[in-house]
């Protein structure tokens, strides 16, 4: 008897301890527990979690985008440690900070062989691409011109200022006035190649910005303003035109019929450390690809039907 009831207890107690452990999975479960790979913070391939500072500096046609992602960035839990910087100043000044070492990413909407060459060919192979969206330029003008599309010629002829007058275009009798970018703009070299065909010169009255949010400001509030914008610029306080008749639309964009667009580069001087390389992977990862890349007006480069390459020479893909 004493046997049996010395078993009847230890069953007893095994059931308990079983049916309690059971119960505190059941509870971690329910409660929505992360795992350790859903709380854990990225690590290297030591193993050791990621943490260090990044500084992102070039394009304002791109800043806006990297400014957002980055803030989204440094929220998740997983990147508490990495600290995102970004910075504007144009495209040949971000490529030349990260190739002397002063910016860990130089953002770009060219492509580095066309800051570096010639004697400098050497500073871009030293430089690594990072493709991470496409955005278009526009026209852009002042919403009282009376004018929504403009020719090849025609933008040729005001940025020559052989036209001076919105009349001459069919618009209003006002004088036109540009706002250009400095010419180490990225933007501005986009434009100037793949809409004017070539270099354009800063005229005596036109007016200069380093800033694309500051020419989206100077054109919307100048009477018979003319600039250019990325597409992420765009709002009803200027009026983009038509190139040639055609609308910077994304269908337009992504079959080529709209020719005035660019890579969006993020530079890195040899790959990119542990640190800069989870920011980049972060920004390519399909959840900002589909939402933030084309709520702000950029194109993701897997949606391309073309591509162009340094020359400027467009294939389909």
Same mark, same amino acid.
């Given at each position: 008897? !004493?046997?049996?009831? &010395? =078993?009847?207890?230890?069953?007893?107690?095994?059931? $308990?301890?079983?049916? +309690?452990?059971?119960?505190?999975?059941?509870?971690?479960?329910?409660?929505?527990?992360?795992?350790?790979?859903?709380?854990?913070?990225?690590?290297? +391939?030591?193993?050791?979690?990621?943490?260090? /500072?990044?500084?992102?500096?070039?394009?304002?046609? &791109?800043?806006? &985008?990297?400014?957002?992602?980055?803030?989204?960035?440094?929220?998740?839990?997983?990147?508490?440690?990495?600290?995102?910087?970004?910075?504007?100043?144009?495209?040949?000044?971000?490529? /030349? *900070?990260?190739?002397?070492?002063?910016?860990?990413?130089?953002?770009?909407?060219?492509?580095?062989?066309?800051?570096?060459?010639?004697?400098?060919?050497?500073?871009?192979?030293?430089?690594?691409?990072?493709?991470? +969206?496409?955005?278009?330029? +526009?026209? =852009?003008?002042?919403?009282?011109?009376?004018?929504?599309?403009?020719?090849?010629?025609?933008?040729?002829?005001?940025?020559?200022?052989?036209?001076?007058?919105?009349?001459?275009?069919?618009?209003?009798?006002?004088?036109?006035?540009?706002?250009?970018?400095?010419?180490?703009?990225?933007?501005?070299?986009?434009?100037?190649?793949?809409?004017? #065909?070539?270099?354009?010169?800063? $005229?005596?009255?036109?007016? *200069?910005?380093?800033?694309?949010?500051?020419?989206?400001?100077?054109?919307?509030?100048?009477?018979?303003? %003319? #600039?250019?914008?990325? $597409?992420?610029?765009?709002?009803?306080? @200027?009026?983009?035109?038509?190139?040639?008749? @055609?609308?910077?639309?994304?269908?337009? %964009?992504?079959? #080529?019929?709209?020719? =005035?667009?660019?890579?969006?580069? !993020?530079?890195?001087?040899?790959?990119?450390?542990?640190? @800069?390389?989870?920011?980049?992977?972060? $920004? !390519?990862?399909?959840?900002? *690809?589909?939402?933030?890349?084309?709520?702000?007006?950029?194109?993701? =480069?897997?949606? !391309?039907?073309?591509?162009?390459?340094?020359?400027?020479?467009?294939?389909?893909?």
């Amino acid at each position: 008897m !004493m046997k049996k009831s &010395l =078993v009847l207890v230890l069953t007893l107690i095994v059931a $308990l301890t079983l049916a +309690a452990c059971g119960k505190n999975n059941n509870e971690g479960a329910a409660s929505g527990s992360p795992s350790a790979s859903d709380s854990a913070p990225a690590s290297s +391939a030591s193993g050791e979690a990621l943490s260090g /500072t990044i500084l992102a500096a070039g394009s304002t046609a &791109l800043q806006p &985008l990297v400014e957002q992602v980055s803030t989204k960035f440094m929220a998740d839990s997983k990147y508490s440690g990495i600290s995102v910087t970004v910075q504007g100043g144009g495209s040949g000044g971000g490529l /030349t *900070q990260v190739q002397g070492g002063q910016a860990d990413i130089g953002n770009s909407d060219i492509f580095a062989e066309e800051k570096f060459k010639d004697a400098d060919a050497d500073k871009a192979k030293e430089l690594v691409d990072h493709q991470v +969206a496409v955005v278009a330029i +526009a026209p =852009v003008a002042n919403p009282n011109v009376g004018v929504d599309n403009l020719t090849k010629q025609q933008l040729v002829d005001i940025f020559s200022g052989k036209v001076t007058n919105w009349k001459d275009v069919g618009g209003a009798d006002q004088k036109i006035v540009i706002v250009n970018r400095p010419s180490s703009s990225g933007t501005r070299k986009t434009f100037e190649n793949l809409a004017l #065909g070539g270099p354009s010169q800063d $005229l005596p009255g036109s007016i *200069q910005e380093d800033s694309s949010g500051t020419v989206k400001k100077l054109v919307g509030e100048t009477p018979g303003a %003319i #600039g250019y914008l990325a $597409l992420s610029y765009l709002d009803n306080t @200027v009026k983009a035109l038509k190139y040639e008749g @055609v609308d910077a639309s994304v269908e337009n %964009i992504t079959t #080529g019929k709209y020719p =005035v667009w660019a890579y969006e580069h !993020m530079y890195t001087k040899g790959e990119p450390t542990p640190v @800069v390389k989870a920011f980049l992977d972060y $920004l !390519m990862s399909d959840e900002i *690809q589909k939402s933030d890349v084309t709520d702000m007006g950029y194109i993701p =480069v897997g949606d !391309m039907k073309v591509a162009r390459d340094v020359n400027g020479t467009v294939s389909n893909k």
